[in-house]
């Protein structure tokens, strides 16, 4: 009798009762998606200014190294809510706020004031004292904050480790005159 | 009936365990395939049983938190007993799983054992490699020191480079906007309990398929693999001339296990554990970061691709390389799997091995680096300036000064970026040295801005002292022969 149908009594039950089951899990998971995907957020949202404290910490002509505390900065973070950077003040008013990342592979790159050059210790990267591509690696210069002045106070817009999917911020190093190779 | 014999019967009629594990280790396997060449997958096991043990081990002090991993691992390492023998074994058995596996893959390439029926062993196996790899990364971040935290900064620089999606796959890597206790706390989920769980359900299904289908016969020139005679040919292989897995080729595995575990602890007691290096503060950028040994071949590869083919070979060979090893069996399924009739796939597997190695080689020593401490470490040899002039000896002042020995070597110490500068006044002329500082190129920055006159005479002054005794200078032909023609005329 029973085998004679098409789609038995029980085999219906297990059909609906498996769909119920994905009905329950879709309906439960489908928002974990959301708690998964949570630390994507608009740049913009992962920007603040923050202060690298009183101008005169950083001589004119001179290329300083400069640290902040990540803005959004949890206990568990440790040392690791620190972040370094380098300053450079052109003139009293001008500042050049290089990320401490190379832009090749995010290395911490290293000043040297005698031969004003930044380089970097993994794949030999190195950058002229205005950030632009010397040789090596890096398809382009150091990636840079934007900075103002408050109070007396060097500020810059910082917070969200550098990379090359973060273009928008950056300046590129075609034609600027600025490196000695073009002018 | 003695009391023992009671005892396992009252299990045993609860369990019914006997049936199906008499049926795997009594299998039979062909006669020849009871050799050493068959015991690196089970070395393997062995090896991640012991990750696993110890792994479980050192999770009862470490903390997985940003702000405590490294001193947690610096308490394993000091002040509890046996802590750092746990550290090290874990540290040196990931070393040792990662070569054996390799070397597991290895054989079963070069013995076509991923030939029919037993493909899709070969295709989990490559997904199993790819975890075992994930396993290293992970494990390394978890030390969480300075080369965990600028080994980060790798792996989201190259995430960065997918297109339209990098900035969200820096975000999820990252589990925020910077390397913080938030990556720390993902990757340790990574590390304990995802990659391991996905990699024990498939070191399970790929133990239980090599049972199933038996263990690869011994290739011989000549019989090819058919998918419609094989299971045939193999069946009567092993049981014409089998023999019981075990005690016949089990005792081998056994031996070379306990071989692999000895080793990882004699390395383990010598060698001691991995770091941690100095803690991950992002501030002390004096620092040079480098992968662990299994990724050292990526990172010279990384150093020498140029720029423009750097993104592209980022994100397209591996998924060439993926996609080729899992399309392996499918596509070569059948025929023969003797090496001595397939000279394609060993040529391949040795140029594969001889490209990783060199890779490895160049990694350890870093030429393309520069060498940050040089100018100030390394003076220069005092038998080259020993009968100097002035503006010579200020020459060399300058080239060190100016860390051009970051990246040249002279007398055999110093950078490799750029060519050894011993000989260069052989090969270069005085407006070619002026040229080469002053504009650069080459790969050479230029240091026309931060060079005086004075500086730049001195330093090609210098330069040019440069030569092995007896080896003429460099010449420039044209004004050779300016010379020739002014000459007769005062």
């Known amino acids: 009798m029973s085998e004679e149908k098409p789609v038995s009594r029980r085999w219906l039950l297990v059909a609906v009762g498996t769909a119920f089951n994905g009905i329950v899990a879709a309906a439960v998971a489908v928002p974990v998606i959301g708690y998964l995907l949570s630390p994507i957020k608009k740049k913009s949202a992962y920007l603040k200014w923050i202060s690298l404290g009183k101008l005169d910490q950083f001589p004119e002509g001179q290329t300083r190294l400069a640290s902040f505390e990540n803005p959004f900065e949890r206990p568990q973070d440790g040392e690791t809510a620190k972040t370094p950077c380098w300053v450079r003040r052109l003139s009293a008013e001008q500042f050049q706020v290089f990320a401490i990342n190379c832009a090749h592979l995010g290395c911490p790159v290293r000043w040297f004031p005698q031969s004003e050059l930044f380089m970097c210790p993994c794949h030999g990267g190195v950058y002229y004292a205005d950030g632009a591509r010397a040789s090596g690696p890096p398809e382009r210069g150091l990636f840079t904050y934007d900075y103002k002045v408050v109070n007396g106070e060097l500020h810059i817009n910082a917070g969200q480790m550098p990379t090359l999917a973060d273009q928008a911020k950056l300046v590129t190093i075609a034609g600027k005159g600025k490196s000695p190779c073009l002018g | 009936m003695s009391r023992i014999k009671r005892l396992y019967n009252w299990f045993e009629m609860r369990l019914q365990l006997e049936g199906p594990v008499k049926d795997a280790v009594l299998h039979p396997v062909p006669r020849n395939t009871a050799s050493w060449f068959y015991v690196f997958g089970s070395a393997a096991t062995t090896l991640l049983m012991l990750q696993i043990v110890t792994g479980i081990l050192l999770a009862f002090v470490y903390v997985p938190s940003g702000a405590e991993a490294w001193r947690s691992l610096d308490e394993l390492n000091n002040h509890l007993y046996l802590g750092w023998f746990l550290r090290a074994m874990h540290g040196w058995g990931s070393n040792f799983m990662v070569a054996v596996v390799l070397i597991h893959m290895c054989q079963v390439f070069t013995f076509g054992a991923y030939k029919f029926p037993r493909e899709l062993t070969w295709i989990l196996g490559v997904f199993m490699l790819l975890m075992t790899l994930g396993m290293a990364f992970t494990g390394q971040v978890l030390r969480f020191d300075q080369d965990a935290y600028w080994g980060l900064g790798i792996g989201a620089s190259i995430m960065s480079r997918v297109p339209l999606v990098g900035g969200a796959l820096v975000d999820l890597l990252l589990g925020g906007p910077i390397i913080a206790g938030a990556t720390l706390s993902r990757f340790f989920a990574l590390h304990v309990f995802i990659i391991p ?235 070619q040295l002026i040229r080469q500082v002053l504009q650069g190129g080459g790969n050479m920055p230029a240091y026309g801005k931060n060079l005086t006159p004075p500086e730049t005479t001195a330093l090609v002054r210098f330069l040019e002292t440069l030569k092995p005794p007896g080896r003429r200078p460099a010449i420039d032909a044209t004004q050779q022969e300016q010379k020739a023609l002014n000459a007769p005329q005062p």
């Open chain 2, 197 to 431: 769980g996905i990699l024990l359900l498939f070191t399970a299904t790929h133990i239980w398929m090599v049972i199933k289908l038996g263990i690869n016969d011994w290739p011989m020139p000549g019989r090819i693999v058919r998918r419609d005679t094989y299971l045939q040919e193999y069946h009567e292989l092993t049981h014409k001339d089998g023999v019981p897995f075990v005690p016949d080729a089990l005792w081998k595995d056994m031996f070379f296990s306990a071989a692999v575990l000895a080793a990882v602890a004699v390395c383990a007691v010598v060698f001691g554990p991995y770091g941690p290096s100095g803690q991950p503060d992002p501030t002390i950028v004096n620092t040079v970061p480098k992968p662990d040994f299994f990724f050292l071949w990526l990172y010279a590869v990384l150093a020498y691709l140029p720029p423009s083919l750097e993104t592209p070979f980022i994100l397209i060979a591996p998924v060439l390389g993926i996609c080729a090893l899992l399309a392996l069996p499918l596509l070569a399924g059948e025929g023969e799997k003797s090496w001595h009739r397939r000279p394609v796939a060993i040529l391949l597997l040795v140029t594969v091995a001889v490209s990783f190695g060199i890779f490895t080689h160049l990694g350890t020593f870093t030429p393309w680096s520069p060498i940050m401490d040089a100018w100030s470490s390394d003076p220069v040899p005092p038998k080259l300036i020993h009968d100097a002039t002035p503006v010579e000896r200020q020459g060399a002042v300058v080239f060190q000064a100016k860390q051009c020995r970051n990246c040249h070597s002279i007398g055999g110490s110093g950078g490799m970026r750029g060519p050894a500068l011993d000989d260069v006044a052989v090969r270069l002329t005085e407006d």
